[in-house]
């Protein structure tokens, strides 16, 4: 991980497993049991960006700041691959999918999911249990997507701890744990 300069404040909960090749600069904080996997970027030259418990930032995935505004994401979030995060505010048990964009003082509810490839603009906003998706981005339907979101973060979570081990794949346990397998009777 780089971004170590003197004027960085990087907090990074104990819990947590950020990759190698990820680069944090600015003022950071990332909670417990959540993940930042390869080749992330977060920077915050002002303002900061704070990642809630048990979130992952996946591959590729780029966080900055914006202009007037810090960047904000929840407890139990999936950022998926290649998306773009700037200066905007997501709730708890979100999904946003790959290569979406979100921009500058956007507000994204609890339980929504973004679509891959949407462009949130600037200012938008989007209620609780939100499906949104389009460029621009619209709200397509309403539905409560909290437990399969949460269902995403906790596999990431699982997956982050065996890679913090060395370990790059789930075992039977951790699949039989996260509901994949069925328990042994």
């Given at each position: ?66 202009g007037a505004s810090a960047t904000i994401i929840g407890d139990d979030c999936s950022i998926t ?19 979406a964009t979100i921009m500058d003082g956007a507000k994204i509810g609890d339980n929504c999911i ?54 790059h794949r789930l075992t039977d346990d951790n699949m039989k744990a996260l509901g994949i397998l069925?328990?042994?009777?």
């Open positions: 991980m780089s971004g170590s300069k003197d004027n960085d404040v990087i907090e990074i909960d104990d819990s947590a497993w950020v990759h190698e090749s990820a680069m944090l600069f600015g003022h950071i904080s990332i909670g417990p049991d959540s993940s930042v996997w390869p080749y992330v970027v977060m920077r915050s030259e002002m303002f900061h960006i704070e990642i809630g418990a048990r979130t992952n930032i996946q591959d590729f995935v780029m966080i900055h700041v914006g691959h290649h998306a773009t995060i700037h200066g905007c505010t997501i709730g708890d048990k979100c999904l946003i999918g790959i290569n973004v679509a891959g490839h949407s462009i949130v603009t600037e200012g938008s906003e989007f209620p609780d249990n939100s499906i949104i998706a389009g460029s621009p981005a619209k709200l397509v339907k309403s539905r409560d997507n909290g437990a399969a979101n949460l269902f995403n973060a906790g596999f990431y979570a699982q997956n982050a701890k065996n890679y913090a081990q060395g370990q069925p328990k042994d009777d």
